[in-house]
């Protein structure tokens, strides 16, 4: 089955750290862009971080930037979220999927491959 399934959320406290993964199962992540994204309970689903197929290019919503990394192993056929001094405003359930990255303009479209995602509960 070709899917993508995320795992690493769980309870944390402000300020805490949590390590998130996406690892593709069916098919290899190789020659894909991967998208980590979120949604917090009453609000819509936002992008929250994106890695090319290469791990060359990365993007970060301005919300996360300098606090999350995004990075990848091909190898592993897995994608990492590294998630440092996290807030309780980045409560949510976290997903990931494979995006179409345009590096130039470092905007993502064409959203595919949903996992089921995890949900990350920071407490204050």
């Known amino acids: 089955q070709v899917q993508l399934v995320e795992s690493g959320g769980g309870l944390v406290q402000s300020g805490g750290s949590l390590r998130l993964s996406c690892a593709a199962s069916g098919f290899t992540l190789d020659y894909y862009a991967i998208g980590w994204f979120r949604q917090a309970p009453g609000k819509e689903r936002e992008g929250v971080s994106c890695?090319?197929?290469?791990?060359?290019?990365?993007y970060y919503a301005d919300s996360v930037k300098g606090r999350f990394t995004i990075s990848r192993d091909n190898a592993k056929n897995t994608v990492y979220l590294q998630m440092n001094n996290l807030k309780p405003e980045d409560t949510a359930v976290y997903y990931c999927?494979?995006?179409?990255?345009?590096?130039?303009?470092?905007?993502?479209?064409?959203?595919?491959?949903w996992g089921k995602g995890t949900l990350v509960t920071v407490s204050s």
């Open positions: 999927a494979t995006v179409i990255l345009n590096v130039a303009t470092m905007s993502y479209y064409g959203m595919d491959r």
């Open positions: 890695i090319s197929y290469s791990g060359d290019y990365t």
